[in-house]
């Protein structure tokens, strides 16, 4: 089946900027996704790519994604103490009726003041 | 802003008893689905729902795990009888969206069921 691997733990001094990784086997994904949890909360879409772009910016998030080595990162721009959380990338795959994500463990960034 | 619900927030039960985990999807949403996260392991898709119809299972849900959409609002997750591996958070999750398009799911905190 699909895999989705990310590290776990992350961590980034105030101000710098935070690079989370997550690799995948699966080449069928029609989107890729990554969500934040923060502590006692859901996951919270923060932001998607589709699968035939390469890049995607949104403020201080950019999306990168290299298809050829099945690889999507998160770059945070400026980290806050509140971009604290754990990250999660996530991919739907074609085919899938209606739109079964497949996860990462997630990736707990601590950022320091 | 409208949000998804779940309740309880944690169960405790015993081996071999029923549970029923709740959902309040958010009001206009027409697809949901249940995902678990046992502790240190990722999210696993569990079941999607559509139009009163299981659309898609995964292979953790077998025949003790069911769903049902009693009364229009709420989504419930059922498991017959609990096994100690059954111990996890588990999430619901609604979208508004067709799956051959972008498909934001919007997820509810959490109920952490602890299996003894």
């Known amino acids: 089946g699909e895999d989705v691997e990310q590290s776990l733990f992350l961590s980034v001094r105030e101000g710098d900027s935070s690079v989370i990784n997550c690799t995948y086997t699966?080449?069928?994904?029609?989107?890729l996704y990554w969500y934040k949890q923060e502590p006692g909360a859901g996951l919270q879409l923060l932001t998607y790519i589709f699968s035939n772009m390469d890049m995607k910016q949104d403020q201080r998030l950019t999306v990168l994604l290299n298809k050829k080595d099945k690889h999507l990162s998160l770059r945070i721009a400026d980290t806050q103490t509140g971009d604290s959380a754990i990250y999660f990338c996530a991919e739907s795959l074609r085919g899938s009726t209606l739109g079964r994500l497949y996860f990462g463990r997630g990736t707990q960034l601590t950022v320091w003041p | 802003e409208p949000e998804v619900t779940q309740t309880p927030s944690h169960q405790v039960t015993q081996m071999g008893q029923e549970v029923i985990l709740r959902c309040v999807p958010i009001?206009?949403?027409?697809?949901f689905y249940w995902y678990r996260q046992i502790l240190g392991q990722k999210v696993e898709f569990l079941v999607s729902f559509y139009n009163n119809e299981i659309s898609e299972k995964s292979e953790i849900f077998d025949d003790q795990f069911s769903v049902e959409r009693p009364d229009g609002s709420n989504f419930t997750l059922k498991i017959r009888s609990t096994k100690l591996e059954d111990s996890a958070m588990y999430f619901c999750?609604?979208?508004?969206?067709?799956?051959?398009?972008?498909?934001?799911?919007?997820f509810g905190p959490g109920t952490r069921l602890t299996v003894l």
């Open positions: 999750a609604s979208s508004s969206d067709r799956a051959s398009s972008y498909n934001e799911q919007f």
């Open positions: 009001s206009n949403h027409l697809y």
């Open positions: 699966d080449s069928s994904s029609t989107y």
